[in-house]
Structures are given as structure tokens and as C-alpha cells.
């Protein structure tokens, strides 16, 4: 069954999608005003599941994730405008697990992470746009080693205050 997102008698209360009273299966559409699709989302009970697409204006893929029983589950990937990729991870269970890319508008790969759980764990790096590292740290059991692109701080009171 296909809907309109915004057709008579759809809601939505706390995540679950009804359609009247009834908990809603199938899927909802999204159309710009000249009535190109900009999103499709499935739902199994009133939750998402299923792939769940969104496009951009000129009809180029936005982004394309999975899901099940309304969490995040499989590959999630999105992309700029110009068709460049913009991030890619799997998430299972609505957190992030494994290795998340992130890409700048023109493809220059800024950030490399690892997860398990959802929490940072593994190397991790991330790179300015002139390609030196910003930060290259590892996290082992909680605990961040390495470089980790922060500037030396200040205690306020040191750079504000003058005690006599």
C-alpha cells in the first residue's frame, strides 16, 4: 500500500505511524510541488523497516537507509547534491557499528572512525582539507591514546584574572 505522507488520517505519535487507529503497513510518499518523489519510507506495524530513500530536488539520490522494527539496521549511506558520497556506516540496533567514512563535497575523505556498540572504539582520524591530520587517536576500552587535534588550554583564571 502506497500513501501520501501528508494524506488524511496519517499521524504519528511517539515514532509509530498510524493510519486512523491502525497502526500503519506499507509506504509513505513524499512529493515536491512538482510532484517528483522526494521520499519513500516502508512501515511494518506503524514502524519503519525496509529501505527508506530521499532525493533531492533534481531527482539525485539524498540518502538510502535501512531499517528494522524503526531502528536503524544495515548499511546507511547519503550523498551531496553532485552525487558525491557523503557518509557510509552500518548501524545495527540504531547505533553505529564498525567503520563510518565521511567525505567532503569534493571526495576528499576527512573522517575515518570504528565502532562497536555505537562508542568509538579502534583507530580514529580525521584530516583538514589540505589533507594533514587533524586528529589520529585510537580508543582502546574507553580510553583515547594519540593525537587528538585539540589546542592547549587555558584555565580562565590564569588569562582573565590577575590575583594580587
Request: charged share 25%.
Amino acid at each position: 500500500m502506497y500513501r501520501l505522507k501528508s494524506a488524511a488520517g496519517i499521524s504519528v505519535k511517539n515514532d509509530v505511524v498510524f493510519l486512523g487507529d491502525q497502526k500503519y503497513s506499507g509506504f509513505l510518499l513524499e512529493l515536491s510541488p512538482t510532484q517528483d518523489t522526494l521520499s519513500t519510507e516502508g512501515f511494518l506495524n506503524g514502524l519503519l523497516s525496509g529501505v527508506c530513500k530521499k532525493w533531492y530536488p533534481d531527482k539525485q539520490l539524498k540518502e538510502e537507509r535501512w531499517y528494522v522494527d524503526g531502528k536503524k539496521n544495515g548499511r546507511q549511506v547519503a550523498y551531496w547534491e553532485n552525487g558525491n558520497k557523503r557518509f557510509e556506516f552500518t548501524a545495527k540496533n540504531d547505533a553505529c557499528e564498525g567503520e563510518l567514512k565521511e567525505w567532503s563535497v569534493d571526495s576528499r575523505l576527512f573522517h575515518l572512525a570504528n565502532y562497536v556498540n555505537g562508542q568509538e572504539e579502534g583507530p580514529q582520524k580525521m584530516w583538514y582539507s589540505n589533507g594533514k591530520i587533524r586528529a589520529n587517536y585510537v580508543i582502546i576500552k574507553g580510553k583515547r591514546y594519540g593525537l587528538l587535534g585539540t589546542k592547549n588550554c587555558k584555565n580562565v583564571s590564569d588569562s582573565v584574572f590577575i590575583v594580587k
